[in-house]
């Protein structure tokens, strides 16, 4: 049974930068689409960015532009650089995988099988 990690939350500024990390054990994560997301207080879970096997990645539009998602096969680590962060983007993310091999990955929350603690990221503005 894969099991994640998250790590790099904390405090920042409007504006500010942050990069989670996700580190994966029990399994190597090329074989894994990797997803993260987030809840904020009060808000139901959203999917905000993930990548697949194939290295084919999808973004929610609120962070389009902002967010980076990638992966180190090498390290087993699943990564989220966020720049330009908001207020809005207070929440916290959780990393998750899904087994299988392929072009695309999905930000359906359903479709992940295996979750991690998560970490808080919080934006003061």
Same mark, same amino acid.
């Given at each position: ?7 790099? @939350?904390?405090?920042?500024?409007? @504006? @500010? ?8 054990s029990?399994?190597t ?8 997301? /987030?809840? %904020?207080?009060?808000? &139901?879970? &959203? ?17 389009? @532009? ?10 087993n ?10 207020? &809005?983007?207070? %929440?916290m993310?959780?990393?998750? %995988? /899904?087994?299988? /091999? ?6 359906f ?8 603690q998560?970490?808080?990221v919080?934006?003061?503005?």
């Amino acid at each position: 049974q894969v099991q994640l990690v998250e790590s790099g @939350g904390g405090s920042v500024q409007s @504006g @500010g930068s942050l990069t989670l990390s996700c580190a994966v054990s029990g399994d190597t994560v090329a074989s894994y689409a990797l997803g993260w997301f /987030r809840q %904020a207080p009060g808000k &139901e879970r &959203e999917g905000v960015a993930c990548i697949a096997s194939g290295d084919g990645t999808n973004y929610a539009d609120s962070v389009k @532009g902002r967010f980076t998602v990638s992966r180190d096969n090498a390290k087993n680590t699943l990564y989220l650089q966020m720049n330009s962060l908001q207020a &809005e983007d207070t %929440a916290m993310y959780s990393c998750a %995988a /899904r087994r299988g /091999r392929g072009p695309y990955c999905t930000l359906f929350q359903t479709a992940y099988n295996t979750w991690g603690q998560g970490t808080q990221v919080t934006v003061s503005s």
